[in-house]
């Protein structure tokens, strides 16, 4: 079974902290996104990342930035936290298209972070 | 910009009952229409997807019906039961990008 892990279940920061946010899979997926879900907003893609090193801005990039040093972690930072990046924050995983798999699109996702900033 | 809409945001219904949720989406080009489903506490895991060369796909007590004409897709849940209460979402994609599109989520909760 595929495994997406976060590093924690619940954080708690205040204003202006630097914040990281952690997530490894061990199925060797290329794909790796992160999202916050809010309330009547469902989810919303903030950065993902298609390989090592590489990232690309998703929805709502401002005020987050991302790393990918090895193909199993992607990071999710907050470079001075603020009271409305208050969220649950979910990593997801994908393996590559091309991988020939019956649905190829599917999206792996870890257990979520609730981060609380005060 | 919000590309792709789903109703309703909650949905309460009776054991052995139809759970109807329904999404629109504007991107002509969305090719994978997924659904996920969320329990309290748990990441998003996907529940069934269509692709838009069909008009329904079913398994089990689950169905996907897509309107392409429309721009519209639905998921039916039929025999509700309360263990099928959680959040789903649907979500769309298109072949080039790599990234999924979700729509606001519903709350299903099946009484008892």
């Known amino acids: 079974d595929v495994k997406v892990t976060q590093s924690s279940r619940y954080l708690v920061k205040r204003t202006g902290e630097k914040v990281f946010l952690e997530c490894v899979q061990d199925?060797?997926?290329?794909?790796m996104f992160w999202y916050r879900q809010d309330p009547g907003l469902g989810l919303r893609l903030i950065y993902f990342?298609?390989?090592?090193?590489?990232?690309e801005k998703g929805d709502i990039p401002e005020g987050y930035s991302v790393s990918r040093e090895k193909k199993e972690r992607f990071s999710l930072i907050l470079e001075s936290a603020s009271t409305n990046q208050t969220s649950m924050y979910l990593c997801?995983?994908?393996?590559?298209?091309?991988?020939?798999?019956?649905?190829?699109?599917?999206?792996?996702f870890g257990p979520g972070t609730r981060l609380t900033v005060t | 910009q919000q590309q792709v809409k789903q109703s309703p945001q909650s949905l309460i219904v009776q054991k052995g009952g139809i759970s109807i949720i329904n999404c629109a989406y504007e991107?002509?080009?969305?090719?994978?229409f997924p659904w996920y489903q969320q329990f309290p506490g748990k990441g998003p895991a996907l529940l069934i997807a269509i692709r838009p060369d069909v008009s329904e796909k079913k398994e089990g007590r689950f169905t996907i019906s897509f309107n392409k004409s429309a721009k519209q897709f639905s998921l039916h849940i039929m025999d509700s039961q309360p263990g099928d209460s959680a959040t789903y979402f649907c979500a769309a994609s298109s072949g080039s990008a790599r990234q999924l599109t979700f729509g606001s989520g519903t709350q299903l909760t099946v009484l008892p």
């Open positions: 991107n002509t080009a969305f090719d994978y």
């Open positions: 997801a995983s994908r393996p590559r298209r091309d991988r020939g798999l019956k649905i190829r699109y599917e999206q792996y």
């Open positions: 990342s298609y390989d090592v090193k590489m990232k």
């Open positions: 199925m060797d997926h290329e794909n």
